[in-house]
């Protein structure tokens, strides 16, 4: 029996809207974009979910979960709400990468249970 792979996501930005970084971690390891451009959280938080779901095909991953703390960003993903302004730019591209395969798993967790933005959160220590 295989187990579902876990990806975890996160995006940031700083200030807001600023210089955004992305995380994206499975499998113990972390890959970090620090320069993922300018924007806002929101837009940080789509590019690291784009990411995370280039990981799953890159690799080939068939059974995964994509698991990230952006409750409006998972939710516009899913369909439960409509993507409005940049959204909707970044809800086509990571749609283009799904193509007319299965919608891959989302799954809003909490902030401390996100292993991707517990990464970029130790690149800003306090």
């Not at 990411?51 to 993903?77: K, N, T, W, Y």
Request: some cysteine.
């Amino acid at each position: 029996m295989t187990r579902r792979i876990k990806i975890y996501f996160d995006g940031g930005c700083r200030p807001n809207p600023g210089a955004m970084e992305i995380a994206v971690v499975t499998g113990g390891v972390a890959i970090i974009d620090r320069d993922a451009g300018f924007g806002s959280s929101l837009d940080a938080e789509w590019l690291a979910l784009i990411a995370a779901l280039r990981l799953a095909r890159e690799r080939a991953m068939d059974d995964f979960v994509l698991l990230g703390d952006a409750a409006a960003v998972i939710a516009q993903a899913t369909g439960a709400v409509r993507a409005r302004g940049a959204g909707q730019q970044h809800l086509a591209a990571f749609r283009g990468i799904v193509g007319d395969g299965p919608a891959p798993r989302l799954r809003h967790v909490g902030r401390a249970q996100n292993l991707a933005g517990i990464a970029l959160a130790r690149l800003h220590p306090r």
